[in-house]
């Protein structure tokens, strides 16, 4: 029954992007949209940030790990202008050094 939840689920997340893939692929967007698309990757990648770092009590839980994932975050996404190697490079970092006991 589970599987069959995740199966279904997964369909209609797959169906609900394709709509929007098969229905747009021939129109042109404009420009103010392409524009304001840049800025969804930095703002997803602050939103994470803040949740990360944030308690369910809205403390700031600053350690090693979490300022290490930061500046090695920071460092790849200014040399790469690259999101996702930004991300890997911070998780990588975190998960290492969290892994590590620090």
Known sequence: MVL???VLTGIGTY???????VTLSRQRFPVLAL????YVAPAVM?????????????????G???LAGL????L?????????????GALGAY????YAGL
């Open 35 to 38: 524009r304001a698309l840049e």
């Open 15 to 21: 169906a609900l992007r394709a709509v929007f893939v």
């Open 71 to 74: 500046a090695v975050a920071a």
């Open 64 to 66: 090693i790990p979490e």
């Open 95 to 98: 998960w290492l050094l969290g």
């Open 46 to 62: 602050g939103a994470l940030v803040i949740s990360m770092l944030t308690s369910s009590e809205g403390q700031v839980a600053l």
């Open 76 to 88: 790849v996404a200014a040399r790469t202008r690259n999101h996702i190697y930004a991300l890997a």
């Open 4 to 6: 069959l939840a995740i």
